[in-house]
């Protein structure tokens, strides 16, 4: 999805990204080590300035500091900060904090995107200053005298437009935020400027400071024709994605009003009043309800960031927890909410983590998909002391029963995707199999898998052809030729996701009969990846897929509810995150709610756990995998005239239920 | 920018102040004698480059350096001049006209010339930082002072610099060094109190020097800090900190994954070029047929030795060995996966058994076009600070190819030129400084033993240009703005300074007729965006230029869009076609515009004798053209501050960078084709070196009464009238090129084909599904009697978000596959 973002954000957006975020990457490491994050803490990670006075600095000078200091105090956080570029760019706070830099920004204007805000705390006005002995005392934008006067003003601003129309540019002098809050100031006490326009933190607490004496007065009209309001309420802002954090957030700006108001009065910061705010406390949720953190990489802006990311698989998954709280929230026995944060990397899934722990309370966290996250949420999880369901990733050694105690398994594993595929292989009877795996110790690994599947699966040995692959091959000609040379009749693609479409559209214009069985991949489970498919290998793309879920599945409360809900049809990791939910729920219902509770219920294998497919009791296996069955789709030939329907587009054709594999020993 | 007027006119008032004192007549003297006739008395520049405010004279070394070596069309003064003598200039060009850079001693001068460093010499400033050769170097911890620090044998505070995490390297050149003394290890270093000697190393510095480092950072003193004990370097800026005994180990696993080419490491920002990265020279083994003057003019049938093939830029292949009754059979015969991501735009350019395929982030392969083995490869180390520089991808389009060498021009806007067999770096010329905001993507073109090039730069301000480098030696030949200064003809279309940040900028070759000995070259956008901005017709933006290739003269120009305020960069292919019209026989000069309009000039004199409309969303800014070929744009389509207007085609054009193919067989020019619309509303900008510079705020869009927003054309040529038109649903972004066997073959970004549709039709009769979305010139070659067609495959670039519009329009899932790859076809038969 590179593309939609390089060519919908502006153009200076594409030409910064890249080199913004190999800054904001450096910087991270340069960051000082701070405190360490032990099982009963939590990190509350700040993206700041390290040289901008009042605001912030790396001594923690400013009041943006002391603000993060006492928020962090209030909700029992350890503060980190990730320090933003030298100097800091347009786009450089946005970028830290939707690649996981930082989880929060103290000071950020209402309403700006991509950002999730917090209530205001207080409201960020404009001041004219002046030097006392100076004469002119200016109070509004339309003062004549301003024609003939030198001004200082940042570049870019409201106050920058307000005055273009209404001053010669030639009086106009720009400041940048790199110049830093007080070069507007040093310029007036100069003389080099007959007046100043700041924002009310830099005018109060410099304009008091400095030696020569200064008049301030507010901006006035406060709102320039037509729209352009010139007060911005300011808020701590967080990831889009980051509820849990932002209602955190709210509750501790609540809790410490008086107390923030009190550190903007000792830094000087003129702003209009503003009264309290008076959120929600806890609105809604139930004496006692069971809390599930659901941590996912979902999109964080308009378009994705840099790489595909498994924005559109953490999307749907996150759909499927939303719903889950929505149906079975209110439940009468173990009523439970459910969390939202957004985790773009293993580090800032650990975060939230914990923070949905130790925060919150949380007693069960689920997640699991993009690179990486599951290892790091089951590790975490274990020293956390709750369980963690893993709704994405099929690795095995996800899967290890006692040997990892607290991790659970609704996403399918690699052995059961490879068992429903080895019966499926199985009934369909070839002739011999070509086997096609990249040739790296990974795919190596994933071979010897399938072909323990298959021995498990069929009595009579089927002659078996290993075609070898290099990771993202753009020509599979001579594969094709291997597969014909063999005289198979049956290809199992054990490729990953683009590689599997690559390989296929070539695969329509070679002419092979062969059957295809694909392994079902979690981005090769997505809708979207069924229409491309469909457009690009009508003929290929209509041999068996293996799902964990599919809407062709008949009828049922979920599907119905989150056709209604999203106005489409559900992904198969949005059924497994909702299932996930499901199961948590029923194990609570059972047991203590507390993490060592919902651990030991859920890691009972005697316990059937009724799914919302009408039909289907599934039992956790010894190796905390949920044996919830497998389905066997095809996907139907495009209709005349009904393109871009992505509504039944697959048709049900078979369900396994796999038996779970045997518990490997403890590493 | 910040109140530079004030400080400015101190600054002035000191320099002049300070060359007085310090300059004695000789530097004056020795400058008007040597240096005046390239960079003008004043500094200000001409054949040379402008020494008033020169940035690169920040920094002696290089200042010093280039004195010494030239290069870059500058001779070297090495052996006429003496220490003393450059040390005199340099200081009078370091002092006058504004600059107010440090002096130069003959010492530092000498340091140089010894392949040291200027800033190791320290003429009247000798500090206890100071470290004699002679005596070791002890690094110590002091834990009686909270928190503990480190110091040197001299108990002088060390410290460390932020920004060297970021690479490993010490970040702090001069004239940082002035304030901050690399602690430099010139004979044995030792561990002293607290002090793992595991920890301690050294790094090597840009000028020669070892640094010593304490768990990978590098150590230094502070000028500030006078004696032991003293801290006051602490305070001086945020990114510096006092190095301690505990600091954590630097963190060098820092790799940019998502910029595979530009690697990390590669010297100082803003410094001079360093070291060019090692090339993997292979033998190789077949002959190498030098690229002669005769071989451009009049290729074999089987050549595609540049850009489109031939200097008319038609993209017509005369091989007719695959054509529409056998293509069915055309097969891959290899693929080679160049490992970068991004728009892959380049044609595979093919000289006997060698193949020159060029890929984003500035790489080059050299392959075996029998077998697609790499025989060599340039992969460009770009300095992190390039991206910003670069608009819309960092993208390339090819190789020029002369002689036995083969040049390319990259985003850091260097030209290259290697030796064709072995890969080897002949020479490395600096065409502009990238800071600025130049970057080169396109490919650049051999006329007559010159090497021709522009560079981009529409987006941030620059003044466009064309330049000639002597293919042999790199030196500059002639450079042409394509704004016209003051006093050149043109000039007057420009307000007061604005024609110093016009744009105008070049990016895509250009073409050539030999027998009226013109070049003639599309410009881009002008700048800023808002043409209200610029009251005028802003000569050259938006045109086509018609120069001398031997003296750079501008002999005559058309100016598709006056007053361009809709970012219509004219840049695409300007193809020379010789075609009989109403009768009579016409050098024309054809160009699918991004405005929408396809145009016939008379290339003579270009003299506009058609423009017709090629796409169909409505209302096109363009509504019509006046007898003399001005185009009539309506007020009501004008865009200004505060006025929004809805007009077709958006920005990115109904055509873009890949032009136009034409076969002389049919007389059709086939045309790639996309329809959309925007709104725009002009808005302020204020120029910043290096910074973007444009300013409008626009939505593109396409109009809901399309079904289709994409087209692969035929236009007749002598009558301007479609021929047939392949509609699709997804606009084609990718360029053509069309064969004697009458087909032509294109790419597209949606579904990853590339594909050959029948020359006369328009009629699909081939395609093929590559790795990934194909935008890049496909080329036709022979070798051993066989016809190949060779393209590249790459989802990326600017361009390719078109597409991802359509498809979120028509809600159309698009699943991108990124991934670059060359690809090379033949027919089954034929091998």
């Not at chain 1, 690179?371 to 990733?393: E, K």
């Not at chain 1, 329509?508 to 489970?525: R, V």
């Not at chain 2, 003296?551 to 809709?566: K, L």
Request: proline fraction near 6%; include cysteine; charged fraction near 20%.
């Amino acid at each position: 999805m590179t593309s939609l973002a390089r060519f919908l954000l502006t153009r200076s957006w594409v030409r910064r990204n890249l080199c913004v975020a190999i800054a904001a990457i450096g910087l991270l490491a340069t960051a000082a080590v701070e405190a360490q994050t032990g099982p009963v803490t939590w990190e509350l990670r700040v993206c700041a300035d390290q040289d901008n006075l009042p605001y912030s600095n790396r001594a923690g000078d400013g009041f943006e500091n002391r603000l993060a200091r006492l928020v962090a105090e209030e909700l029992g956080a350890d503060l980190t900060y990730a320090w933003m570029p030298l100097p800091r760019q347009g786009t450089d706070a946005e970028l830290m904090l939707r690649l996981g830099e930082c989880d929060v920004l103290i000071g950020a204007a209402d309403g700006q995107e991509p950002f999730l805000n917090t209530i205001d705390y207080y409201s960020n006005a404009t001041y004219f200053v002046t030097r006392s002995d100076g004469g002119a005392t200016i109070e509004s934008l339309d003062d004549p005298r301003l024609l003939g006067l030198q001004i200082g003003v940042d570049r870019g601003g409201p106050l920058d437009f307000a005055l273009r129309s209404r001053v010669p540019q030639s009086n106009l002098h720009h400041y940048l935020a790199s110049d830093g809050a007080d070069a507007i100031l040093r310029d007036v006490a100069a003389g080099r400027l007959d007046v100043g326009i700041v924002r009310g933190a830099a005018a109060g607490y410099f304009a008091e400071a400095g030696a020569t004496p200064m008049t301030v007065a507010p901006v006035t009209p406060e709102i320039d024709i037509p729209f352009l309001a010139l007060i911005q309420p300011i808020t701590m802002a967080v990831r889009r994605g980051d509820d849990e954090l932002r209602d955190l957030l709210n509750r501790a700006i609540a809790a410490r009003w008086s107390d923030i108001q009190a550190l903007l009065d000792e830094y000087r910061v003129l702003r209009p009043a503003v009264t309290a705010p008076r959120p929600a406390l806890g609105t809604g949720v139930p004496d006692g309800a069971l809390l599930v953190g659901v941590v996912l990489p979902s999109q964080t802006g308009a378009r994705p960031l840099l790489t595909e990311n498994f924005e559109q698989l953490a999307d749907a998954a996150r759909r499927g927890a939303v719903l889950a709280d929505e149906l079975l929230g209110d439940a009468a026995t173990a009523p439970l909410r459910v969390l939202l944060t957004s985790a773009p990397t293993p580090d800032v899934a650990e975060r939230a983590a914990r923070r949905l722990v130790v925060a919150d309370g949380a007693s069960a966290l689920i997640g699991g998909v993009g690179d990486g996250q599951a290892a790091r949420l089951a590790t975490t999880a274990t020293d956390l002391m709750v369980p963690f369901i893993n709704v994405g990733d099929p690795a095995p050694e996800l899967r290890q029963g006692v040997c990892r105690s607290t991790t659970f398994s609704i996403a399918p594993g690699v052995d059961d995707y490879l068992a429903a595929l080895s019966d499926s292989l199985n009934r369909a009877d070839p002739h011999a199999v070509a086997i096609v795996h990249l040739d790296t110790p990974g795919g190596q690994a994933l071979r010897e898998r399938l072909l323990l599947a298959m021995a498990r699966s069929s009595a009579s040995a089927l002659p078996v052809h290993e075609v070898a692959v290099e990771p993202g091959q753009p020509y599979y000609g001579a594969a094709f030729e291997a597969v014909r040379a063999s005289g198979s009749d049956a290809v199992v693609l054990l490729l990953t996701t683009d590689e599997q479409l690559v390989f296929l559209g070539q695969y329509e214009a070679a002419g092979i009969g062969a059957t295809i069985f694909p392994f079902p991949d979690p981005g090769t489970q997505l809708r979207q990846y069924y229409w491309t498919l469909r457009a690009d290998a009508p003929t290929t793309g209509a041999t068996p897929r293996f799902a964990a879920w599919d809407a062709a599945v008949a009828s049922t409360s979920f599907s119905a509810a989150y056709r209604s809900r999203y106005g489409q049809q559900a992904d198969a990791v949005a059924w497994v995150a909702y299932t996930a939910v499901q199961v948590v729920q029923q194990a609570a219902e059972s047991s203590r709610t507390d993490g060592i509770g919902l651990v030991r219920a859920l890691a009972r294998t005697d316990v059937d756990h009724a799914l919302d497919d009408g039909m289907t009791n599934a039992r956790m296996g010894a190796d905390h995998q949920l044996h919830a069955p497998i389905y066997t789709l095809r996907l139907t030939p495009p209709a005349a005239g009904a393109r871009f329907q992505l509504a039944d587009i697959t048709e049900l054709v078979g369900a396994f239920t796999p038996f779970g594999s045997e518990v490997e020993v403890c590493d | 920018m910040r109140p530079a007027r004030w400080l400015f006119t101190s600054v002035l008032a000191l320099s002049f102040m300070f060359a007085a004192a310090q300059e004695g007549p000789d530097g004056k003297g020795l400058y008007d004698a040597n240096c005046a006739v390239c960079h003008g008395a004043t500094g200000q520049g001409s054949v040379g480059p402008a020494l008033a405010g020169n940035s690169n004279l920040t920094d002696p070394d290089y200042h010093i350096r280039q004195i010494l070596r030239g290069g870059n069309s500058m001779p070297s003064f090495a052996k006429s001049l003496s220490d003393d003598d450059i040390a005199a200039i340099a200081t009078f060009e370091r002092t006058s006209w504004g600059n107010d850079f440090d002096p130069i001693t003959s010492e530092q001068v000498a340091a140089v010339r010894a392949g040291g460093s200027a800033s190791s010499v320290k003429a009247d400033d000798t500090t206890a930082a100071q470290v004699s050769a002679a005596e070791p170097v002890v690094v110590t911890a002091d834990f009686a002072v909270e928190p503990a620090r480190l110091e040197d044998g001299n108990g002088m505070t060390l410290y460390i610099f932020h920004n060297d995490s970021l690479s490993g390297t010490s970040r702090c050149a001069a004239p940082c060094t002035t304030h901050w003394t690399p602690l430099i290890a010139a004979g044995a270093i030792t561990a002293g109190d607290g002090i793992d000697a595991a920890d301690l190393g050294t790094i090597a510095r840009g000028d020669g020097t070892s640094q010593v480092t304490y768990r990978g950072w590098p150590l230094y003193l502070s000028a500030a800090d006078s004696a032991p004990g003293d801290t006051a370097g602490a305070g001086t800026s945020a990114m510096w900190d006092i190095a301690t005994p505990g600091m954590a180990v630097i963190a060098l696993s820092m790799t940019p994954t998502t910029v595979p080419a530009a690697a990390e490491g590669g010297g100082e920002a803003g410094a001079p070029a360093t070291d060019n990265p090692p090339v993997t020279p292979i033998v190789y083994q077949g002959t190498y047929e030098p690229v002669t003057n005769e071989r451009l003019l009049d290729p074999a049938p089987g050549d595609w030795l540049m850009y489109k093939r031939t200097y008319s830029l038609q993209a017509y292949s005369p091989l007719d060995q695959i054509n529409v009754d056998n293509v069915a059979d055309l097969v891959p015969v290899w693929s080679f996966g160049t490992g970068v991501s991004d728009g892959h735009e380049a044609p595979p350019i093919v000289n006997g058994g060698l193949m020159f395929a060029t890929a984003p982030f500035s790489t080059l392969f050299a392959l075996d076009v029998r077998t697609g083995d790499l025989v060599w490869q340039y992969k460009r180390e770009l300095p992190s600070d390039v991206a910003p520089e670069v608009c819309c991808g960092m993208v390339n389009r090819g190789v020029a190819l002369y002689g036995d060498k083969v040049y390319l021009a990259t985003l850091d806007a260097h030209l290259l030129a290697f030796e064709a067999t072995t890969g080897e770096l002949v020479w490395d010329t600096t065409v502009e400084d990238y800071l600025l905001g130049y970057a080169m993507t396109l490919a650049p073109l051999a006329i007559d033993g010159k090497i021709l090039v522009g560079a981009s730069g529409g987006e941030y301000g620059i003044r466009g240009f064309v330049a000639a480098y002597d293919a042999e030696t790199g030196d500059l030949l002639w450079k042409t703005h394509t704004i016209p200064g003051p006093g050149e003809p043109g000039n007057e279309t420009w307000p007061g300074d604005t024609w110093k940040t016009g744009g105008a900028s070049i990016w895509v070759t250009g073409s050539y007729d030999p027998d009226l000995n013109l070049t003639y070259w599309g410009t881009s956008n002008a700048a800023p965006w808002s043409g209200a901005l610029r009251p005028g017709d802003n000569l050259y933006t938006a045109s086509v230029v018609a120069l001398d290739p031997d003296t750079g003269e501008i002999r005559s120009h058309y100016q598709y869009v006056p007053n361009d305020t809709w970012d219509y960069d004219e840049i695409s292919d300007q193809t020379l076609v010789d075609i009989v019209r109403d009768g009579q026989p016409l050098k024309g000069l054809i160009h699918a515009a991004r405005s929408g309009n396809f145009y016939l000039l008379d290339r003579t004199n270009l003299d506009f004798v058609y423009g017709t409309p090629y796409m169909e969303a409505e209302p096109m800014t363009i509504t019509g053209f006046e007898a003399d070929g001005r185009p009539i744009i309506p007020e009501e389509h004008r865009p200004d501050i505060g006025k929004s207007v809805d007009v077709c085609p958006a920005l990115g054009g109904a055509n873009n960078w890949f032009g136009l193919a034409y076969s002389p067989d049919t007389g059709y020019a086939y045309v790639p084709t996309s329809e959309s619309c925007m709104r725009i509303e002009g808005g302020e900008a204020d120029y910043m070196a290096g910074q973007t510079y444009m300013g409008a705020n626009f939505s593109i869009y396409i109009p809901d009464d399309l079904d289709e927003a994409g087209a692969l054309q035929a236009i007749d040529v002598a009558t301007g009238e479609v021929v047939w038109k392949h509609r699709q649903q997804m606009p084609v972004r990718s360029p053509a090129m069309v064969t004697a066997g009458g087909l032509v073959f294109g790419g597209d970004i949606f579904d990853r084909e590339l594909r050959a549709y029948d020359a006369k039709t328009g009629e699909i009769v081939w395609r093929f599904k590559t790795n990934s979305g194909v935008l890049g010139v496909p080329v036709s070659f022979e070798l051993d009697g066989v016809q190949y067609i060779a393209v590249e495959a790459g989802h990326g670039a600017i361009a390719a978000g078109d597409v991802a519009l359509a498809a979120a329009t028509y809600g159309v899932p698009f699943n991108p596959v990124s991934g670059g790859a060359v690809w090379v076809f033949a027919l089954k038969s034929a091998r």
